[in-house]
């Protein structure tokens, strides 16, 4: 209940942040700048600047909101294709009928960790929006992932970019892997180490062709060689487009094949290698290293479409909450009130009390005057009838 004085009403309309601090770490997108840490304050901005002199690039973080709890619903849709010979007409009825809270769909609920939401602007002004969540997420597909989501107008909705989480449930590993991937040095040991694993040693020609193979497949997943009309894209549309390029359609189905497995065998030894020069243990065979390189292969496929140099993810926070409160005075209201009222008690008066009308025409007919009356309502009943009659005696004379 809102509390009163003097005709002024006050609400507690909702709740929001009163200024939390965060502490975010930055996470380098193209593999070159370093890693770094900013602290803030949701509802303000820190100034960042990349580069030195004055090509500088200046761009301004607003920390815009820091949700705690984030429910999210992973239920699957279900199979896409509906068999006619398995609906069931009943269940189909009583799921459109009864109880509004009724509903046909399953959810599972899930509190996926607190989330960061920040604006990058540039120094023209434009800016991107980002929502990214502070721990990684199961989505079911075998390996957590950390969605670091954005969208370049509020009227868009969130696109996610899946990091992988590696074996410390960190990001640490991906961007260890896109490093090494931007380094030319590093593409090629790993496209001999995988030639010299996948290729006998007795014929070392064709170990010879495929490094020439793997190294062009790398590069062009790298982005490090122009593609289609001398445009540099990097991932798999690349090297989609250098196949639509250079092999003929009726090939392309069995040469892609061949460029995927020979870019997975390459990127899963510069993973093995960057794992190496970081001092950790290679990775064992098995679902979760499949698991984790199928993901990682889609997210380097993905990143130079990332809008931002890097991204920031929540490392630490101090929750501030606050009472939003509604003020407001309302001198009218009585008036209104009655308003209401009064427009009640008419629509029952339209549904309870009939509307006649009367009508007597008079009109000259010889020495004297013609009368000539009718009556008409809204509702047809037995007492119009007899009041009719009533009225033709009273008024004109005639007999009924």
């Given at each position: 209940?809102?509390?009163?004085?003097?005709?002024?009403?006050?609400?507690?309309?909702?709740?929001?942040?009163?200024?939390?601090?965060?502490?975010?770490?930055?996470?380098?997108?193209?593999?070159?700048?370093?890693?770094?840490?900013?602290?803030?304050?949701?509802?303000?901005?820190?100034?960042?600047?990349?580069?030195?002199?004055?090509?500088?690039?200046?761009?301004?973080?607003?920390y815009?909101?820091?949700?705690?709890?984030?429910?999210?619903?992973?239920?699957?849709?279900?199979?896409?294709?509906?068999?006619?010979?398995?609906?069931?007409?009943?269940?189909?009825?009583?799921?459109?009928?009864?109880?509004?809270?009724?509903?046909?769909?399953k959810?599972?609920?899930?509190?996926?960790?607190?989330?960061?939401?920040?604006?990058?602007?540039?120094?023209?002004?434009?800016?991107?929006?980002?929502?990214?969540?502070?721990?990684?997420?199961?989505?079911?597909?075998?390996?957590?992932?950390?969605?670091?989501?954005?969208?370049?107008?509020?009227?868009e909705s969130?696109?996610?970019?899946?990091v992988?989480?590696?074996?410390?449930?960190?990001?640490?590993?991906f961007?260890?892997?896109?490093?090494?991937?931007?380094?030319?040095?590093?593409?090629?040991?790993?496209?001999?180490?995988?030639?010299?694993?996948?290729?006998?040693?007795?014929?070392p020609?064709?170990?010879?062709?495929?490094?020439?193979?793997?190294l062009?497949?790398?590069?062009?997943?790298?982005?490090?060689?122009?593609?289609?009309?001398?445009?540099?894209?990097?991932?798999?549309?690349?090297?989609?487009?250098?196949?639509?390029?250079?092999?003929?359609?009726?090939?392309?189905?069995?040469?892609?094949?061949?460029?995927i497995?020979?870019?997975?065998?390459?990127?899963?030894?510069?993973?093995?290698?960057s794992?190496?020069?970081?001092?950790?243990?290679?990775?064992?065979?098995?679902?979760?290293?499949?698991?984790?390189?199928?993901?990682?292969?889609?997210a380097?496929s993905?990143?130079?479409?990332?809008?931002?140099?890097?991204?920031?993810?929540?490392?630490?926070?101090?929750?501030?909450?606050?009472?939003?409160?509604?003020?407001?005075?309302?001198?009218?209201?009585?008036?209104?009130?009655?308003?209401?009222?009064?427009?009640?008690?008419?629509?029952?008066?339209?549904l309870?009390?009939?509307?006649?009308?009367?009508?007597?025409?008079?009109?000259?007919?010889?020495?004297?005057?013609?009368?000539?009356?009718?009556?008409?309502?809204?509702?047809?009943?037995?007492?119009?009838?007899?009041?009719?009659?009533?009225?033709k005696?009273?008024?004109?004379?005639?007999?009924?």
């Amino acid at each position: 209940h809102p509390a009163r004085h003097r005709g002024i009403e006050i609400y507690q309309s909702s709740f929001d942040d009163g200024g939390s601090a965060v502490t975010l770490k930055s996470v380098p997108m193209n593999g070159a700048s370093k890693a770094f840490e900013i602290q803030g304050t949701i509802g303000g901005s820190s100034q960042l600047t990349r580069g030195q002199g004055t090509g500088a690039d200046k761009m301004t973080l607003e920390y815009t909101a820091l949700r705690i709890i984030n429910v999210e619903n992973f239920s699957g849709n279900g199979a896409q294709g509906v068999d006619v010979r398995k609906v069931d007409l009943r269940e189909s009825i009583d799921s459109r009928l009864g109880a509004a809270n009724k509903t046909v769909t399953k959810k599972e609920l899930r509190n996926v960790g607190p989330s960061i939401t920040y604006k990058l602007r540039d120094a023209a002004g434009q800016a991107h929006e980002f929502h990214n969540y502070m721990l990684p997420v199961d989505m079911g597909d075998g390996a957590p992932v950390f969605l670091l989501g954005m969208r370049a107008t509020p009227a868009e909705s969130f696109r996610y970019l899946r990091v992988p989480a590696d074996d410390q449930g960190e990001m640490t590993g991906f961007m260890r892997l896109s490093a090494a991937l931007a380094d030319p040095v590093l593409r090629e040991q790993a496209v001999r180490r995988y030639a010299a694993r996948a290729t006998d040693p007795a014929r070392p020609e064709l170990a010879g062709q495929l490094s020439a193979s793997a190294l062009r497949a790398v590069a062009l997943f790298a982005g490090a060689e122009p593609g289609r009309d001398g445009k540099t894209t990097g991932g798999l549309q690349a090297i989609s487009d250098f196949m639509e390029t250079n092999v003929p359609e009726a090939e392309r189905a069995r040469a892609g094949e061949v460029l995927i497995r020979i870019l997975n065998g390459v990127l899963f030894e510069l993973t093995q290698m960057s794992r190496e020069r970081a001092g950790l243990k290679p990775l064992e065979p098995g679902e979760k290293t499949q698991a984790f390189m199928t993901q990682a292969v889609l997210a380097l496929s993905d990143l130079p479409l990332y809008p931002a140099p890097m991204a920031f993810q929540l490392k630490d926070f101090t929750q501030v909450q606050a009472s939003v409160f509604q003020v407001a005075r309302a001198p009218g209201r009585n008036i209104v009130y009655l308003g209401c009222a009064l427009l009640i008690l008419g629509i029952f008066a339209m549904l309870y009390v009939r509307e006649r009308r009367l009508w007597v025409w008079l009109a000259p007919q010889g020495a004297g005057t013609q009368a000539t009356m009718a009556l008409s309502s809204n509702r047809q009943t037995m007492d119009t009838d007899r009041e009719f009659d009533m009225l033709k005696t009273k008024l004109i004379g005639v007999q009924p």
